[in-house]
């Protein structure tokens, strides 16, 4: 099956400053790949996905990158803000293979004032 | 529009007993989900079921049962607790396995 690897499991970084967070994943048959915030004692929220026909993604201040070849896709949020402290997840899955997404084991980000 | 609404928010069993966690969706999404998150492991999946009349195993399975009773409703049941099952979880929806999901609000549940 699929198997999903998350890094950093924290990451505290400056108010302003940017944030990455990285999965690396294993079934090269998997083509959906989102990611997904959860604040303390609340649901995990999707932020932004990308498909395996797609490259990179923008939403504002967040953007998701894909690197099929390498089987690693990256979440990049530019000029932090207090309300992005959350733990981060990602996940990959579709594929035509077993439904259901693989998750990481998540990013806690903290933002630092 | 609730989204997904999932029953009960909390619970606590004793070792042994058996119980039922309910999830309802109105979002007409095909494919239903159950999740459990423990700290430090992320979200693994227990079942799902990609659509009406179907269910399949994920991940962890064991010690739980599902059904897929309409295309609402996914419930996962626990016929004998263990403490090992003391968790947080989710029911998710979603119209297939390439798309985002849905997350209910969760549901805690202790084991003693």
């Known amino acids: 099956g699929e198997n999903v690897e998350q890094h950093p499991s924290t990451l505290s970084v400056q108010e302003g400053d940017s944030a990455v967070i990285k999965c690396t994943y294993s079934?090269?048959?998997?083509?959906?790949f989102p990611w997904y915030k959860q604040e303390l004692g609340k649901r995990p929220q999707l932020i932004i996905d990308i498909r395996s026909n797609v490259g990179e993604k923008k939403d504002q201040r967040i953007a998701v990158t894909l690197n099929k070849t390498a089987k690693h896709f990256s979440l990049h949020i530019t000029e932090t803000q207090p309300e992005d402290s959350a733990v981060y997840f990602c996940?990959?899955?579709?594929?035509?293979?077993?439904?259901?997404?693989?998750f990481g084991k998540g990013t806690h980000l903290i933002i630092q004032p | 529009n609730a989204g997904v609404t999932q029953t009960p928010k909390f619970q606590v069993l004793k070792t042994g007993q058996s119980m039922t966690l309910q999830c309802a969706q109105d979002m007409n999404h095909n494919s239903m989900y159950w999740y459990r998150q423990d700290p430090g492991m992320g979200l693994r999946l227990i079942y799902y079921s990609a659509s009406e009349g179907t269910t399949d195993k994920g991940e962890v399975p064991n010690g739980y049962n599902v059904s897929r009773l309409n295309k609402r409703e996914f419930s996962l049941r626990l016929e004998s607790a263990a403490p090992s099952q003391t968790s947080v979880y989710f029911c998710a929806s979603s119209y297939g396995g390439d798309y985002g999901y849905t997350f209910g609000s969760g549901t805690r549940l202790t084991v003693v």
């Open positions: 079934d090269s048959a998997s083509n959906y």
């Open positions: 996940a990959a899955g579709g594929g035509g293979g077993a439904d259901g997404l693989t």
